[in-house]
């Protein structure tokens, strides 16, 4: 794979920055910089969209190994409203959410100089990089795990900082918009298809949620694997666009009874694999779903925790549920490269100002959104 990550020690990715001259000029360039501000997002408490505050806070300063990039534009996630509410994370308040990010590299402290004002877009899993687990390529298992705009200060601002390990070019055939809404959603979508899944060709794949960032993700990839795809939302017109990136069969749940049309579609075999992000309100029906030897890959929790299914149901079919958080540094690399070759593209439903960044996330949760919604500081 030519394209690699800048900054990646293992010797099949490694860097092309942070191999030449150190740039760091003394403390007192990034004393300076420690005195400058700049414009962000950020809460003082949890909650919704509501407890976002639009203001100027200290501009963030590289530390040994780090790059600070001028953000072009960020994508917004359902990760960042479950950090808002402090459901699943509870950062230091006060806290930058966001997780994707596309933009340029603006300095380094320790690193190559020509890498200095680059097109970049960030990995946004933040790992130790010398674990079990990452010397493996495992980084989404990492013990020290954490996700960008989670438990450290995220991308809803003008300026963030990250290793320098997370950072790869850009792809040139894409606007900065299309590439902050690449990262996140695209790498756990082909985690969950090949790395957990194991999808393959003429394999029939369910994917729930057609107009979610990984369900527009999860369509694109199961194509691109030699898959047929059924897809299922609410709203007739997802449902059109969702044929237009690759959807086979088209469900509107709301109107039927999807896991008859499912079982219909299928000749009563059922499907292969279920990508459910959903949670509590789809996960029987999911494993239903299923064909004999069917995998659920399961990411998210949208409509709740808990679930019940038949034990005996699931063990009879030796039907398996699998769980899958973000995605591998090599899984971000792939499908990088699958939108540098143009077989993969993201999807943009909206763009925002920074400063709209509640607008933006009320979007998301009016569930009328189709692919990802960007913020452009």
């Known amino acids: 794979m030519e394209e690699k990550l800048l900054g990646q020690g293992r010797p099949e990715q490694q860097a092309q920055f942070g191999e030449g001259p150190n740039v760091q000029s003394g403390a007192s360039r990034f004393e300076a910089a420690a005195r400058e501000t700049m414009k962000a997002v950020r809460f003082h408490e949890f909650g919704g969209p509501e407890v976002l505050c639009y203001e100027d806070v200290s501009k963030p300063v590289p530390a040994f190994g780090e790059a600070l990039v001028r953000v072009k534009a960020a994508s917004v996630n359902r990760i960042d409203i479950w950090v808002e509410k402090g459901n699943y994370y509870k950062p230091s308040l006060p806290h930058i959410p966001g997780a994707d990010a596309a933009g340029v590299v603006e300095d380094v402290n320790a690193g190559d100089a020509s890498f200095v004002g680059r097109k970049v877009i960030i990995y946004p899993t933040v790992a130790c990089f010398h674990c079990r687990f990452c010397i493996e390529g495992s980084h989404n298992l990492c013990a020290t795990y954490r996700t960008l705009g989670a438990q450290v200060d995220g991308t809803y601002a003008e ?3 990250v290793p320098i390990k997370n950072l790869m070019r850009m792809p040139e055939n894409l606007k900065f918009e299309e590439a902050a809404a690449l990262p996140l959603t695209f790498t756990t979508a082909y985690h969950m298809l090949v790395d957990r899944a194991k999808a393959q060709p003429n394999e029939t794949v369910l994917v729930l949620g057609a107009g979610s960032g990984v369900g527009v993700a999860s369509i694109q990839i199961a194509e691109l694997l030699g898959a047929k795809v059924i897809a299922t939302s609410s709203s007739e017109e997802k449902l059109r666009k969702a044929q237009r990136i690759g959807a086979d069969v088209v469900i509107n749940y709301s109107e039927e009874d999807w896991i008859d049309e499912v079982l219909a579609a299928t000749k009563n075999k059922g499907v292969d694999v279920v990508i459910d992000p959903v949670g509590a309100a789809t996960f029987a029906k999911s494993v239903k779903c ?17 679930a019940t299914i038949n034990i005996r149901e699931l063990f009879m079919a030796q039907r398996s549920i699998l769980g899958s958080v973000s995605g591998t540094m090599k899984d971000f690399m792939t499908v990088t490269k699958l939108a540098a070759d143009n077989k993969l593209r993201p999807v943009l439903d909206s763009a925002f100002r920074l400063k709209d960044a509640r607008k933006a996330q009320e979007r998301l949760l009016s569930r009328q959104s189709f692919g990802k919604i960007v913020l452009v500081p």
Do not use: Q
């Open 159 to 161: 300026y963030v900082t």
């Open 290 to 306: 299923l064909a004999r030897n069917g995998r659920l890959v399961t990411c998210g929790v949208t409509s709740g925790n808990e």
